[in-house]
């Protein structure tokens, strides 16, 4: 089981919304760069990064961060927000990026995502960003007509990497994921599936064990209000089930 400490970037900040809500956001004091270090020292080997900034505007704009968290920690990177072209796949790829999520522009257009797949092969991973069983975009600023499941359907052989699940009712709620929800979106899947939104608790991990085709979990929101502690957190990296 991989566990993705997240860092979201808003305005160079490290900060956590509130069910995708960019009125509803908390600022913490540390800047991503540290935390990154935070959780490379409590050894984590994978990182959750979303560019808030990117998600609004479309463009990379927090990729010198990206950069120098790679080159300072050498940490697993998974990064979305605002990626809607081949060139900034590439700069990401090039910053020494793991994996690539495809959230809105890959939604609104699967030809996108086939051809991104075939280009940057295992390095692409697609967001799924869910309300209440329908596919949002734009940061989570439109909802689209689009059924989850569904959509996935049509995409699944497109040769993804990874899935990331999000639940947007629960993101940052701490009211635990979506297990259901995200179970079936599993089943369904040809690739395996990350888990986002709601983490409350070192138990929701244990839960999310027992999940077939689960690559792992997502924790923000949890970590930065304290309610799960880091060294503990780090006992269930790569844990059994």
């Not at 700069?91 to 959230?103: F, P, W």
Request: charged share 30%.
């Amino acid at each position: 089981m991989k566990i993705f400490p997240a860092i979201d970037i808003k305005d160079k900040k490290c900060v956590r919304l509130i069910k995708g809500d960019f009125e509803n956001k908390t600022e913490y004091e540390m800047s991503p760069i540290e935390q990154a270090g935070k959780y490379k020292d409590n050894g984590f080997k994978n990182l959750h990064i979303v560019d808030l900034d990117g998600a609004l505007t479309g463009e990379p704009i927090n990729i010198d961060i990206i950069q120098d968290i790679i080159g300072k920690f050498d940490l697993k990177i998974e990064i979305g927000g605002g990626v809607r072209n081949f060139e900034t796949i590439q700069k990401y790829i090039d910053a020494g990026v793991e994996k690539v999520i495809l959230g809105s522009a890959a939604i609104k257009d699967r030809r996108f995502l086939e051809d991104a797949c075939n280009k940057f092969q295992n390095q692409i991973a697609l967001g799924l960003d869910a309300k209440d069983g329908h596919l949002a975009i734009s940061g989570w600023t439109e909802e689209s007509e689009k059924l989850t499941t569904e959509y996935l359907k049509k995409v699944n052989d497109y040769g993804v990497s990874r899935i990331i699940y999000t639940d947007i009712n629960r993101d940052g709620t701490k009211q635990s994921p979506n297990f259901e929800e995200t179970q079936k979106v599993a089943n369904i899947s040809n690739c395996p599936v990350v888990i986002s939104g709601g983490v409350s608790s070192i138990n929701d991990i244990k839960k999310a064990k027992n999940l077939n085709n689960i690559e792992g979990v997502i924790v923000g929101k949890a970590i930065y209000d304290g309610d799960i502690k880091l060294d503990e957190l780090a006992k269930e990296i790569d844990a059994k089930k």
